[in-house]
């Protein structure tokens, strides 16, 4: 076998290879000499048709079947003896086979870039530290006795905190517009969800009570057409309900899944939620921070075939994201989740990749089996059957090696953190789950 390779880029590789007739004419007389013993032709006994009738008869499709699999096979063998390492299926082209001429061909490919990663203690990655306050759980509680509420009518004027049911109908230059008019629209007074005023106007109000408010859109509203355009809505209360906070007792503490220990029990468990919700966060944080420090300090060719590949997966989430949440999308003319707009995206996670499955190599990294199992079981737990989940799992080692690939991302995390230049940052927890806790309700 004879090969050579040309280079067309960095990573770019035509590689031409040419294999003798004999290699290829010796696999075709052993499968036709192998068909002669076991085909019935008809007017011979079996085994007994002369080998021209079964040539006549078969070379070709043997021919075809071998020059194939010897092009597949060939292949492999002359990127071994290159040591190249492809990053993808070759691109085949031209083949010539003819009988007596042996077989040449071209196989185009890129290959993965050679580099050498920085070494994980010249990075700088910053470490999110987070103490869970007296007040913090406090406000926590707080926040899951307003989740479990009761609404009651009241006669009285409404004041913040309370929740009106109105209906409204809104005009601009004297004429309705899209989106202006609501029946039973619910808004609880201090939750700033309408046009800048709009609650102003609702407070001291009681039920029965229709009026108009006079108001503007603000200069920057989300739809241009009425960016800073006066605006006039007639209202109508229907209700004004007060919201009742229920009592922390054992009725409340039992909705949370604490049977036993009372109000202590219940902030401990509160606690441990609050503790797993934050450790989640720091250990995203932690990850991006790293994932930053691979990105600036590791410039490595990308093989072209691998971003095209990742801008489409990003635009192939997109649509099912936009799917899940109504929103149809033309494929015919779909500029928001055309793969070209993901090129920065896929190019930074492409490079990544690149770099933890360098590290992955050269540190001869393993997927530990119960950091495996630990996330399969994760999974599973929010399906109805969750063994069913976890033997779906390791029934499949595809399905497996996708659960060790990020297990293995992990690790690698884990190996760059404990050995990078790290800085903490102390951070609060409502900032840290960007929920505010204090405003929710």
């Not at 994760?378 to 595809?398: G, H, L």
Request: aromatic share 6%; with cysteine.
């Amino acid at each position: 076998m004879q090969v050579s390779v040309e280079s067309t880029s960095v990573l770019g590789r035509i590689m031409r290879v040419e294999l003798p007739e004999d290699r290829v004419s010796g696999e075709v007389e052993s499968r036709l000499q192998n068909l002669l013993r076991t085909t019935r032709i008809q007017g011979f006994r079996p085994g007994k048709a002369p080998l021209r009738i079964v040539r006549q008869r078969f070379g070709q499709r043997v021919r075809q079947e071998v020059v194939g699999e010897l092009v597949q096979r060939s292949f492999y063998e002359a990127i071994g003896m290159e040591k190249l390492r492809p990053v993808a299926g070759p691109e085949i082209n031209p083949l010539e086979a003819n009988a007596g001429n042996g077989i040449r061909y071209t196989a185009k490919f890129e290959v993965l870039p050679e580099f050498e990663p920085a070494t994980p203690e010249s990075l700088e990655i910053e470490k999110t530290v987070c103490e869970i306050t007296a007040a913090n759980l406090e406000t926590m509680v707080e926040t899951l006795r307003k989740q479990h509420r009761k609404m009651a009518p009241v006669e009285r004027a409404a004041r913040r905190g309370d929740v009106l049911d109105l209906n409204f109908t809104g005009r601009v230059d004297g004429e309705p517009f899209a989106g202006g008019e609501a029946k039973e629209f619910k808004v609880e007074l201090g939750s700033a969800r309408l046009v800048e005023g709009f609650e102003d106007g609702l407070e001291g109000r009681k039920a029965g009570e229709s009026f108009q408010l006079n108001l503007k859109f603000p200069d920057d509203y989300r739809l241009e057409s009425l960016r800073g355009k006066p605006v006039t809505f007639d209202v109508a209360i229907l209700q004004v309900l007060e919201p009742i906070l229920p009592e922390l007792n054992a009725e409340f503490f039992t909705a949370f899944g604490v049977q036993e220990g009372g109000e202590d029990a219940f902030r401990q468990e509160v606690r441990e939620h609050m503790e797993r919700e934050a450790a989640v966060v720091i250990r995203n944080r932690l990850r991006d921070s790293v994932v930053a420090a691979i990105q600036k300090s590791n410039e490595i060719a990308l093989p072209t075939v691998l971003v095209e590949r990742e801008k489409q997966r990003f635009s192939e989430q997109l649509k099912a994201n936009l799917k899940a949440y109504g929103v149809k999308t033309d494929t015919n003319d779909d500029r928001l989740s055309d793969p070209a707009r993901f090129e920065e995206q896929a190019r930074k996670r492409v490079a990544v990749q690149l770099v933890v499955a360098e590290i992955i190599r050269r540190q001869d990294l393993k997927a530990n089996p119960s950091r495996v199992r630990t996330m399969i079981e994760s999974t599973a737990k929010s399906y109805e059957d969750p063994a069913a989940i976890v033997n779906w799992y390791y029934a499949d080692r595809s399905r497996l090696a996708e659960v060790e690939a990020l297990v293995l991302e992990d690790e690698v995390i884990d190996w760059i953190a404990a050995r990078a230049k790290v800085r903490e940052a102390q951070v609060g927890f409502d900032e840290l789950v960007n929920k505010r806790q204090t405003e929710s309700a």
